[in-house]
């Protein structure tokens, strides 16, 4: 493997890692507030300001917001909107069955999707065939997912 291969790699663990720290946080935070749409909404405006700071700093000059007004809704609303339910969803379920099932069983609903996404090139992706192989994988994902949660 090469070093950028390698450095992607380990950025892409990393980014794992926050996603399973980010559920027990928002639930915590939920906790606090009172209510989970108190606390995904907070972790949203957090997210927002952030990424606004990150915008302007690195893209100010090169971002066409004219070309909103040419975009197909699911376009302009559909990641925000599955976004907030992925957070509303974690930090409600992560007290209830524990980080790790709630991680793995994401993880493989997100294998199976993908591969229907690939399957039927939705999205504008390339249409990549369904192999014994990868569904094979993505099978196994799920059975572990499965081991976690229930033994």
């Known amino acids: 493997m090469s070093g950028t291969a390698m450095l992607l790699t380990l950025v892409a663990l990393a980014t794992g890692a926050m996603i399973a720290m980010q ?3 928002n639930a915590e ?4 507030l ?3 749409l108190s606390a995904a909404l907070w972790s949203f405006c957090v997210g927002t300001v952030a990424l606004a700071v ?5 893209a100010r000059g090169s971002t066409d917001l ?4 040419s975009m197909p809704l699911y376009m302009l609303i559909g990641g925000g909107l599955l976004g907030a339910v992925y957070v509303l969803v974690n930090l409600v379920l992560a007290p209830k069955i524990g980080v790790a099932a709630l991680m793995a069983l994401a993880i493989a609903g997100q294998l199976a999707a993908a591969l229907l996404l ?3 090139g939705l999205f504008d ?3 990549r065939e369904l192999s014994v192989g990868r569904v094979s994988g993505v099978v196994l994902v799920l059975v572990g997912a499965l081991m976690v949660r229930m033994l």
Not at 54 to 58: D, E, P
């Open 34 to 36: 009172g209510h989970p």
């Open 54 to 58: 990150v915008v302007l700093l690195f």
């Open 66 to 69: 004219s070309a909103l007004r």
């Open 125 to 127: 992706l390339a249409q």
């Open 29 to 32: 935070l939920a906790a606090r």
């Open 23 to 25: 559920a027990p946080i």
């Open 118 to 120: 690939d399957r039927f």
